[in-house]
């Protein structure tokens, strides 16, 4: 199937379906990268939940009569929407956008290509371009993922990660519609939750190639950290036994907990995994879950441990530049309460291998910064040298901690 023959209106209907609330100002770029498709044989749905800000008005005006517009009088969410418009879908395929993302023309040509190349395949998917303000950060999936686990049987690995983002989605539609379409009482992963669906009892296909840019911006990256927790418990517990067939529970727990422990979500994680145990583990299982909630206890219960002796870096810098500059201007060598002031500095740097992930190149500087300051007779030059030592020590702890605390 060439490009020149993508506006051949014997090719399958794709219905797009677009749900957008109060997003006037994005839409016209998001629309336009879809009726821009090469594969022309498309019709557009854009779902309207409720928005007050001239949506309606713009996509009314549109000159094409591939687009439909409907409106919800009262905001669904986008999951509810979605499933409303493959309700209203005329097409055999459908595929999604969103309101703030933008396709490249050939995407759903090259889809539809490899989703009419093999019978069995009835969802097709592809890379996305994530940008931040415009600045392109990384492609989704990684390419570091070996080309197997792509495409195929994917529902093992589905079990443990997510691969596949709404937008990317072309699918049948009856087959959509007959896995119930997207789950609406989850508030994130949504997509997540219904390919590992899909997965179950579907081959899967793949493009590997960016045909999608989802646009971010620092106010609109998604931080529903707590709903994402939860959602991934949602999962466990529906599909508890093909986890425990594959012997996955525990691995799928334990990307859970690291998860939960990045984004300092400890008290969703220990009411989840909770309620999961209670309602749902056998006794050896609940023994096991018992060790997760513990470790999460303790995560939560160092935090601000970690959190204090994070901050007290600049309390040690600050000492050791006041000691360098009193040095250097008097010419001579440490005093006893000097010397005794950075033993104690010291001590305190020695605690950070306790708390955080600390690279080898930080140890090995400090195992000999303190091995230096034991040495008698040291010149208040090489005193000098030392304590340059020193704060470039603390400049490696704060580039290893970086991230650690915040997440």
């Known amino acids: 199937m060439e490009d020149s023959q993508m506006e051949d209106r014997s090719l399958p209907l794709v219905s797009v379906i677009i749900p957008t609330y109060n997003r006037a100002h994005t839409l016209p770029l998001s629309i336009g990268s879809v009726l821009n498709q090469t594969y022309k044989n498309l019709e557009l749905i854009v779902m309207d939940d409720g928005s007050?800000?001239?949506?309606?008005?713009?996509?009314?005006?549109?000159?094409?009569?591939?687009?439909?517009y409907w409106r919800n009088e009262t905001n669904m969410g986008p999951s509810a929407a979605r499933n409303r418009g493959a309700e209203l879908a005329?097409?055999?395929?459908l595929a999604f956008q969103d309101s703030d993302d933008e396709w490249m023309p050939e995407k759903l040509g090259k889809q539809m290509r490899r989703m009419l190349a093999e019978e069995e395949i009835s969802l097709v998917y592809c890379e996305f371009g994530l940008y931040l303000d415009g600045r392109f950060l990384l492609t989704v999936p990684p390419r570091t993922i070996p080309d197997r686990e792509k495409e195929g049987n994917l529902f093992s690995y589905f079990l443990l990660y997510p691969l596949i983002s709404t937008q990317t989605i072309v699918v049948k539609r009856e087959e959509f519609i007959r896995e119930q379409g997207f789950n609406t009482a989850l508030k994130a992963y949504e997509d997540f939750e219904f390919t590992l669906?899909?997965?179950?009892d579907h081959k899967i296909g793949f493009v590997q190639e960016p045909l999608v840019k989802v646009n971010s911006s620092p106010?609109?990256?998604?931080?529903?950290?707590?709903e994402r927790i939860?959602?991934?418990?949602?999962?466990?517990?529906?599909?508890?036994?093909?986890?425990?067939?594959?012997?996955?529970?525990?691995?799928?727990?334990?990307?859970?907990?690291?998860?939960?422990?990045?984004?300092?979500?400890?008290?969703?994680?220990?009411?989840?995994?909770t309620r999961l145990s209670q309602d749902s583990l056998s006794s050896r299982e609940q023994e096991t879950a018992s060790l997760f909630l513990d470790k999460m206890?303790?995560?939560?219960?160092?935090?601000?441990?970690?959190?204090?002796?994070?901050?007290?870096?600049?309390?040690?810098?600050?000492?050791?530049?006041?000691?360098?500059a009193q040095q250097f201007e008097e010419?001579?060598?440490?005093?006893?309460?000097?010397?005794?002031?950075?033993?104690?500095?010291?001590?305190t740097i020695g605690e950070y291998p306790k708390w955080f992930a600390i690279s080898e190149e930080a140890e090995d500087s400090y195992n000999r910064v303190l091995a230096r300051c034991g040495?008698?007779?040291?010149?208040?030059?090489?005193?000098?040298y030392l304590l340059t030592d020193i704060a470039e020590l603390l400049e490696m702890l704060e580039k290893c901690i970086s991230g650690q605390i915040e997440g």
């Open 90 to 93: 005329k097409g055999e395929y």
């Open 219 to 226: 106010g609109s990256v998604n931080k529903r950290f707590d």
């Open 197 to 200: 669906r899909y997965a179950k």
């Open 375 to 384: 040495e008698e007779n040291l010149s208040w030059i090489d005193q000098l």
């Open 52 to 68: 007050e800000d001239g949506t309606e008005e713009y996509v009314r005006n549109i000159a094409d009569n591939r687009v439909r």
């Open 230 to 273: 939860r959602a991934q418990f949602y999962m466990a517990g529906e599909m508890l036994g093909a986890l425990r067939e594959r012997d996955l529970l525990w691995r799928k727990i334990e990307i859970i907990s690291q998860e939960a422990e990045t984004h300092k979500c400890f008290d969703v994680f220990i009411e989840e995994l």
């Open 331 to 347: 010419k001579r060598e440490w005093s006893e309460k000097e010397r005794d002031l950075i033993q104690q500095f010291l001590s």
């Open 297 to 324: 206890r303790y995560s939560k219960e160092i935090l601000p441990m970690k959190k204090a002796l994070a901050d007290g870096l600049a309390e040690i810098r600050q000492g050791i530049v006041r000691i360098y």
